[in-house]
């Protein structure tokens, strides 16, 4: 009888060492790719965060020693009259912007989405987003002024004999300018998300939907809404935040500081932390930005899924 020889067990470990060292090479290979994103979400994401959170329960000048004041730096806020009219500006700009940006980017988008030269049309609306919100402001600040300086003004009165408001410096008027503006700059966007949104939609379901009778307004309502309402969706999430971090735009056209009409809830935290050095009120009055922030996107999460159909 021959003598049966057992298989070796380090012939069959070798290859899975190997295959160990393979993925530790890989892992390591794929943090020294990831590092500088890491490090860069760490350094001016996470940290700065933290620090903000802490920074609001001290009082703090920027040079001198912290002091811990609890939460009297939120209650300071929430009862400053200046806090409270920030937020209703930036509540009213945000019912001003949201519905009519998003109304008339889509009606352009469907407008566009019939002709040819789609992307030429697409590179047109976008011009205004890429473009610097400070030169667009400068622009804009130059057709609204008041008197003979406003192209708008004095146009329309040389044309019609009609005195229009002061834009910029009328309370009542300026939050409307300001939303004429950040409509105007944002509108590009929305309408190339739009179109994208509206050339998914299969050709079939419009056919059949034409060949049922219904009409233009029904195909609408029943085809096109339903089937680009995750876009639409998605476009006034990042509507409504926008419109709660409106800042550059408004410091330029305005100056808050003699116009309260113009006061958002951003230039309040500018204003307390760079303008008086008050970095523990300025990063409290930014905390409460965050949580309403937080709470109106949840609620828009919440009701999403009584008019947003995913299904194709």
């Not at 069959?12 to 060492?17: D, E, G, L, S, V």
């Not at 003979?148 to 044309?159: A, F, H, K």
């Amino acid at each position: 009888m021959g003598v049966v020889t057992p298989a070796r067990p380090a012939a069959k470990a070798r290859p899975a060492r190997a295959a160990t060292r393979v993925r530790h090479r890989d892992g390591w290979w794929a943090a020294l790719f990831l590092a500088p994103q890491v490090l860069g979400l760490l350094a001016f994401l996470v940290f700065p965060l933290g620090f903000a959170v802490v920074l609001a329960f001290m009082k703090w000048d920027g040079l001198g020693e912290k002091s811990w004041v609890g939460f009297d730096n939120f209650a300071a806020q929430l009862s400053d009259p200046d806090f409270g009219t920030a937020v209703w500006n930036t509540v009213k700009l945000a019912f001003l912007t949201v519905p009519a940006g998003l109304a008339l980017a889509l009606l352009i988008a469907l407008a566009l989405n019939q002709v040819k030269g789609k992307t030429f049309y697409r590179v047109v609306y976008f011009l205004p987003v890429v473009t610097s919100s400070v030169a667009v402001a400068v622009m804009w600040q130059i057709i609204l002024a008041s008197g003979d300086y406003g192209v708008l003004n004095r146009t329309v009165y040389d044309w019609f004999g009609i005195a229009l408001p002061n834009w910029l410096e009328d309370p009542g008027w300026v939050i409307v300018s300001i939303a004429v503006v950040t409509i105007w700059s944002s509108l590009g966007l929305n309408v190339v998300i739009f179109l994208a949104g509206l050339q998914t939609i299969p050709p079939a379901l419009m056919e059949a939907a034409r060949i049922d009778g219904a009409g233009p307004i029904r195909v609408f309502r029943s085809v096109t809404l339903p089937m680009i309402s995750p876009t639409v969706f998605f476009s006034t999430v990042v509507a409504v935040i926008s419109s709660f971090q409106a800042f550059d735009q408004i410091y330029v056209l305005v100056n808050p500081d003699h116009n309260d009409g113009a006061r958002t809830i951003v230039y309040q935290i500018y204003d307390l932390g760079f303008q008086n050095f008050e970095f523990g009120m300025s990063s409290a009055a930014a905390l409460i930005l965050l949580v309403l922030t937080l709470l109106v996107t949840f609620v828009q999460f919440g009701v999403q899924k009584r008019f947003v159909h995913y299904d194709s």
